[in-house]
């Protein structure tokens, strides 16, 4: 039983993660941190590719996470 609640936990992470950084390098919260501020950072951290690279990562996240939701669901119906 243990088990599945980390399997679990786990399965909230991966969605979570995957929309906060699909989502936060589009958003106010990127544009304005201490990181962005810096000028040797900041048109690097700015830029439309590393934004979307980022967001990519956050789809990547969310699809394992769909992945391993399908996987856990069929582990529930056979145990």
């Given amino acids: 039983m243990k ?3 980390v399997q679990f936990l786990y399965l909230i992470y991966c969605v979570e993660a995957g929309l906060f950084l699909g989502l936060a390098p589009w958003s106010g919260i990127w544009a304005e ?8 950072l900041r048109d690097v951290l700015l830029s439309g590719y590393l934004r ?7 789809v990547l996240m969310i699809l394992t996470g769909g992945r391993d ?3 856990f669901c069929r582990t529930m119906r056979e145990s």
């Fill in 69 to 71: 939701f399908l996987e």
């Fill in 33 to 40: 941190s201490f990181f962005a501020q810096l000028p040797a």
């Fill in 52 to 58: 979307g690279g980022v967001s990519a990562v956050g």
């Fill in 3 to 5: 088990n599945r609640w």
